[in-house]
């Protein structure tokens, strides 16, 4: 623990966009009060201020206004997020940190990029993977800076783009949402047992390495077996849950096809509420729930963080990813065709003990990752 005045820390991040953003920014305030105490105190930024489709008057950028205003703290947390994802147009770093060589230099203040990811789902422009090279030159040249990628592949996709040129540069660490814990302990549901499924509409057009493109009927086609399976041939209920409000349309695609009797008896729809109050109240419908079936990368983090029995549905090649840096890669599924019944499988091996959360290798990561923090304050205190 750091002694002395308060630690003035300026986190940039996206606090509005998804409650598996807020989710992974509370487990990261979990881990600074694990290493500072009550030492610090956090000034939030919105990064989707300083996007390029944003132009509202408040309308930020990682110039040097900004660089005068975070030199003033202790230190700047950029993450968690894409935020290095490198398909960003007309951006100086090819990603969303939209910084240039002047900026970045102007910058005195400790630089923490954390739990954050480097695995475009989108098409790359010209030149921006050299851009990315330059701004990860020159961020290992800097003694107070550190970058530490979270555990979906990231690390493995520079590898691969970059030919070795990083490894051992930089940091890799469990996503910041395995340290979140839900406020909410017993979440009001229709019943006390039932199939928590998340789904997403937006992700289904995205890039993948592993499946390539997905036919969006028969996906959702796939999608309404598990429903018909879990809700009528198991008698179990089944709650839908979104993220953001585009996961609604998603929830109304599957909707659509149902019984009506059956969606009314056997169907539930999670409430739809953002900011952390959202987190607290989805997180803990994944807690409390027999299983989950988790599209988004964050339903999946959180829920094993919460030992709840989950299957990844691997729209995005980082949710397979996730899966395998916990040595778990027979809990996830390829959308591919005939889905429905490798999920149902799966969901049967979990009832009889075949899979299982691995807690050890969680709790290990979970260390570690509590570890390069250590480190790093250590070192720039």
Not at 259 to 272: G, H, T
Not at 334 to 361: C, H, M, W
Request: charged share 20%.
């Amino acid at each position: 623990m750091l002694s002395g005045s308060k630690f003035k820390i300026l986190h940039v991040a996206s606090f509005i966009g998804n409650i598996g953003d807020n989710a992974s920014h509370c487990g990261l305030y979990s881990i600074l009060h694990s290493v500072l105490g009550d030492n610090a105190s956090i000034e939030q930024q919105e990064i989707r201020k300083f996007y390029k489709n944003y132009h509202d008057a408040d309308k930020l950028a990682f110039d040097l206004d900004f660089v005068d205003h975070a030199n003033r703290f202790d230190l700047l947390i950029i993450g968690g997020g894409g935020f290095l994802d490198y398909w960003v147009p007309d951006s100086a770093t090819g990603t969303t940190i939209d910084i240039d060589q002047r900026a970045l230099d102007a910058l005195t203040v400790p630089l923490l990029i954390t739990s954050i990811g480097c695995f475009p789902h989108k098409e790359v422009p010209a030149g921006n993977l050299q851009r990315l090279e330059a701004f990860l030159d020159q961020i290992r040249e800097r003694d107070n800076t550190r970058i530490a990628f979270r555990n979906d592949g990231s690390v493995a996709n520079l590898h691969r783009e970059f030919r070795g040129k990083y490894q051992g540069a930089f940091g890799e660490v469990l996503d910041s949402g395995f340290f979140f814990e839900p406020e909410i302990q017993a979440p009001m549901m229709p019943v006390p047992s039932y199939v928590a499924i998340n789904v997403s509409d937006d992700q289904l057009d995205m890039l993948s390495q592993q499946h390539g493109p997905i036919d969006k009927h028969a996906y959702y086609q796939e999608l309404s077996l598990l429903i018909e399976h879990f809700s009528h041939h198991q008698n179990k209920h089944v709650v839908l849950v979104p993220h953001i409000h585009g996961d609604l349309k998603a929830i109304f695609s599957l909707l659509e096809g149902q019984n009506d009797f059956l969606k009314r008896k056997k169907i539930s729809v999670a409430p739809c509420i953002q900011d952390v109050a959202g987190a607290n109240l989805v997180f803990s419908v994944y807690q409390h729930s027999e299983l989950v079936i988790g599209s988004r990368f964050h339903a999946n983090v959180c829920s094993l963080a919460l030992n709840a029995n989950t299957i990844g549905m691997a729209v995005l090649d980082r949710v397979s990813h996730l899966y395998q840096s916990l040595d778990m890669a027979d809990s996830v599924v390829q959308p591919t065709p005939g889905f429905a019944d490798r999920v149902i499988g799966k969901a049967s091996d979990y009832e009889r003990g075949n899979l299982r959360i691995n807690e050890n290798e969680i709790a290990q990561q979970k260390n570690r990752t509590t570890e390069f923090y250590q480190e790093f304050f250590a070192r720039i205190a």
